[in-house]
Structure formats: C-alpha cells, structure tokens
C-alpha cells in the first residue's frame, strides 16, 4: 500500500474520461491516446477544405480539452501519424509548410501537437 505514484489511462476519449473523473476517488494523471495532426478533421487549409480524415479514438480537442479541465495531461502516441493509416510526413500541406519554413514534415507535425500543449 502507498507505493503507486501515479495511475494512467490510455484510449479514453473526453466521454469516457468525463465518466472516470466523476466515479473514481483517484483521478488518472495521465491519459495517452493517438493523437496527431492527422486525427484532426476540423483542421483546414486555406480555402475551407478539410485537410484528413475522420477523428481517432481519443484524439480530438474534446478530449484535451476535459484533460485540461482536470488537470491530466494528455500524452500522445503515433505523433506522426503512422497509427492513422494516413501519411502524413508526404501530406502535400505538411510537406508545404515544411519546405517554407525549412523544416522537416516530422518537425512540422511534431510542432503542431507541442502547440496543441501535447507533450
């Protein structure tokens, strides 16, 4: 007894998160889910179009948002996107950004998830 510092979660979306947080005595200090540019459809390009698919499991701003409110910190895995099936290090707008900024498409979806505060 009292030797678990920390308990966490992975998977959980912002529903499922809300219910652990209102049933559970200890509150998760972490949650992990997929969590890249790729999993985030309401991101668009300039002219309104939608730039990926269709949100993962645990992936959209719901989720970080209810992370947020209670103080857990959202961790993410496949950054990259290689869990999503969508390739994002050659997605044209990625790759776009990146040549105009002299960066690498993993620099320029890795910087997207640091200013989401994802770490």
């Excluded at 509150?27 to 668009?44: D, E, L, W």
Aim: with cysteine.
């Amino acid at each position: 007894a009292g030797r678990t510092r920390a308990i966490g979660v992975s998977n959980f979306n912002a529903t499922n998160l809300q219910t652990l947080v209102e049933d559970a005595t200890i509150k998760p200090a972490t949650n992990q889910v997929m969590f890249s540019i790729a999993g985030h459809p309401k991101t668009k390009n300039v002219d309104n179009v939608m730039m990926f698919g269709s949100p993962l499991y645990g992936s959209d701003h719901a989720t970080l948002e209810v992370c947020r409110k209670h103080g857990i910190t959202l961790y993410a895995y496949s950054p990259l996107g290689g869990s999503s099936k969508i390739n994002v290090l050659g997605h044209p707008i990625v790759t776009s950004i990146a040549r105009a900024r002299n960066y690498t498409p993993a620099q320029v979806a890795l910087r997207w998830a640091v200013q989401q505060g994802v770490p």
